[in-house]
């Protein structure tokens, strides 16, 4: 009896088991049909290593690593560091190579639909457009979050303040899904106007087109914990390691921007709720809450990695020499 119970268990077990991973492999499938083949750190560095003309040696030498941990990447033995990304970045960068070819931005026609969160001082009136105040990350668009905390905490300090669930269909939108990095962190620069000393330079153009022809940006979020970080990266405070390292720590989840009338009309309303004056002091408490921890940890970071990357002013000279 007891050996029966145990047979049917494990049996219960491995069906739950098989359709988690089922969902989990749908799940990555949902949204887009992303036909990207990422380069892995091995090829990367392989590559890399061939366009600077260098052994496995004198590459380790330029790093400052040993030979065998260069050998271990090349053979996919290991992964590099977040450290020793940083390192073979800024080597890039000195060497005029664009390293952005081998990140994981890619443009793709999407598919499938994703509910959002979408936060409104007053609330949406008519049909949704591409109307958000000038620079914002992304540009003008529609702004919608994966998660309820961000565009709550944007309208906490409004009365008529509203909360929308909406429905997004990337059916046919060519999409701009871009990864952490400093291609992040200059688009996000060139929406705030803060590339402007760079106008007429190769990396000043690359940015400015990046979003050309998109209907849609999948990119990560930075809210008011990473507001202070960002202005120290534009005032030349802090490095890029110390930047991206601390986007990667407060794991602020991603934003779909809406950038053209076509992307616009292909989202629809769910849901519309309305914020109590006791949801928006809630909100308000929890929201200073979170962005003191979050200016906490993120100035723990920019310290310890202070002596590690390449400052906004060296990324836009070093963006000169690309062509």
Request: hydrophobic share 40%; charged share 25%; net charge neutral.
């Amino acid at each position: 009896m007891a050996l029966r119970k145990a047979s049917k268990t494990y049996f219960e077990f491995s069906i739950v088991l098989q359709v988690a991973l089922c969902y989990n492999i749908l799940a990555q499938m949902l949204y887009c049909d992303k036909e990207v083949d990422y380069m892995k750190h091995s090829d990367i560095i392989k590559s890399i290593r061939a366009k600077l003309n260098l052994s496995q040696a004198d590459l380790a030498e330029k790093l400052g690593v040993s030979f065998a941990t260069v050998n271990r990447w090349e053979k996919g033995h290991c992964e590099p560091s977040q450290i020793a990304l940083n390192a073979i970045k800024n080597l890039c960068m000195q060497n005029s190579i664009d390293y952005s070819q081998y990140e994981g931005n890619s443009y793709y026609i999407g598919s499938g639909s994703i509910l959002l969160y979408h936060g409104s001082k007053s609330g949406i009136d008519g049909t949704i457009k591409p109307i958000s105040r000038d620079r914002c990350d992304f540009g003008k668009g529609f702004y919608m979050g994966t998660d309820k905390t961000q565009p709550l905490t944007l309208i906490c300090n409004y009365p008529d303040a509203k909360l929308y669930t909406v429905n997004a269909n990337l059916d046919g939108l060519k999409v701009l899904d871009i990864e952490v990095g400093i291609d992040w962190a200059l688009l996000v620069a060139y929406n705030r106007g803060k590339m402007e000393s760079a106008k007429g330079t190769s990396i000043y153009k690359r940015i400015a087109e990046m979003a050309d022809g998109c209907d849609m940006i999948i990119g990560f979020i930075a809210n008011d914990r990473m507001f202070v970080v960002l202005d120290r990266f534009f005032n030349g405070e802090i490095t890029d390691a110390a930047l991206i390292n601390s986007l990667s720590a407060l794991k602020l989840g991603k934003q779909y921007v809406a950038l053209t009338e076509k992307a616009c009309k292909q989202i629809e309303i769910v849901e519309e709720k309305v914020l109590t004056e006791k949801d928006r002091e809630d909100l308000k408490y929890e929201s200073e809450e979170n962005r003191t921890k979050g200016i906490a940890l993120a100035n723990e970071i920019c310290m310890k990695y202070r002596r590690e990357g390449l400052f906004f002013d060296e990324i836009i000279k070093a963006g000169e020499r690309y062509e």
